[in-house]
């Protein structure tokens, strides 16, 4: 798969999780919640592939998420991490600097992975 073809694949389910979220819950905090949550499963999905199949002999991680699965994976988290960020807000809990701070780091460590690897 070509890496235009993951990511627009990515944002199809992003988009899609979040329809059934307004669906079944509404334009609420709790449909926020929602696809908060399911994000961040999808985004652990495309990880647990990556990290299952990355050097796996039968199984070709590039044809299922194209040969930049790392910044797919990195776009999708980013997607989650701004879902949170929002719903974080929005709910009118405490942003806690210390754990942004761990957000950041984690996506920053994410995206230089992301594009260290890309081929070129």
């Known amino acids: 798969m070509i890496f235009k073809n993951a990511l627009l694949s990515t944002l199809i389910i992003e ?3 979040a329809v ?12 926020l ?6 994000s961040g499963r999808t985004s652990l999905a495309i990880f647990s592939l990556i990290f299952l199949f990355h050097n796996h002999r039968h199984v070709k991680i590039n044809a299922i998420l194209s ?14 991490l ?3 960020l929002s719903f974080v807000i929005l709910s009118g809990n405490e942003l806690i600097p210390i754990r942004f701070s761990r957000w ?14 890309l081929p070129g």
């Open 33 to 38: 919640q929602a696809v908060t949550r399911y």
């Open 82 to 84: 701004g879902e949170l």
């Open 67 to 80: 040969d930049k699965y790392f910044l797919v994976f990195a776009i999708a988290h980013a997607i989650h």
């Open 104 to 117: 950041f780091c984690c996506l920053r460590d994410y995206f230089s992975d992301a594009l260290v690897s």
């Open 15 to 17: 988009v899609g999780v």
């Open 20 to 31: 059934l979220a307004v669906i079944n819950y509404g334009s609420s905090l709790e449909a």
